[in-house]
């Protein structure tokens, strides 16, 4: 009888108590920062010790951004505001954990950290795991996608598998807005009261009508609907090309839009993203 087979399992090595006293450290001192404000803000020596150092069991988001008024980076402080409501959507949800930190890194305030990652503009996401280096896709494609509040969370739930639900402060424009129009338009009838044929004037109605249609059919309601990208990369050889031009079908749909998410810093025209380039020491 053949003598019986057995199969031996290696048994992974422990952390070094040291190491384990390290990383709690590290994790308490990011919870503890964290709970100050949703996005932590970091020097060249904090990075190195929090983002960059192992041992790290966390991911780490990082805005690598421009915001002192000399650098008048006016996309810089609209993406801030966006990352600001994606972090505190993350900082105020039941499902915040110590698995993701947001972190911003000035290039004021950590040039060295620029440096060191060859970086020479803003504003860039990155994302650093818990393990091994930060990957191509680690790296949020500003240019194609824009950097809306949910656009970064859908990179981030693909990077870390953290689904982070956006939640919007209550804006009352529209309400106010809304508000006057309809006192605007009561008032206009209670001055007209004794004299209210204009209401039945068929001309005015068909003119009202026109302009739904057109605003239904118009680019602006397209894109609503459909939410095509701004801008296309080229997967060989990662040139992107601007979709929104003065010029073609595409163009003119993508006209209207466009005023709102390439006003800032349109490069050319285009409803692509510019970002503030540096000269890195």
Known sequence: ??????????????????????????????????????????????????????????????????????????????????????????????????????????????????????MNSAPTFMHFPPKGKPRRADTFDLQRIGFASEQLAKWIADRTDVQIRVFRPPNYSGTIALALLVSLVGGLLYLRRNNLE?????????????????????????????????AHKNPQNGQVTRLWTSYGPWGNLCHVPGWRWAAPHPVGGGGVWSQQHFRVP
């Open 198 to 230: 204009f209401i039945y004037n068929k001309t005015g109605w068909a003119m009202a009508a026109l302009c739904v249609v057109f605003a239904m059919t118009s680019g602006q309601m397209w894109n609503h609907i459909r939410g095509p990208p701004y």
């Open 1 to 118: 009888m053949a003598p019986a087979s057995f199969v031996s399992f290696r048994s992974p090595t422990p952390c070094p108590p040291g190491l384990q006293n390290m990383l709690a450290e590290k994790v308490e001192q990011m919870m503890e920062w964290s709970s100050r404000r949703s996005v932590i803000r970091m020097n060249g020596d904090k990075f190195r010790r929090f983002v960059k150092a192992p041992p790290r069991n966390y991911s780490v988001v990082v805005m690598f951004t421009a915001l002192q008024p000399q650098r008048q980076c006016s996309v810089c402080r609209q993406a801030n505001e966006e990352y600001q409501v994606l972090a505190n959507s993350w900082r105020y949800s039941s499902a915040f954990s110590n698995k993701l930190f947001f972190t911003v890194v000035d290039y004021d305030e950590g040039a060295d950290v620029f440096q060191q990652l060859n």
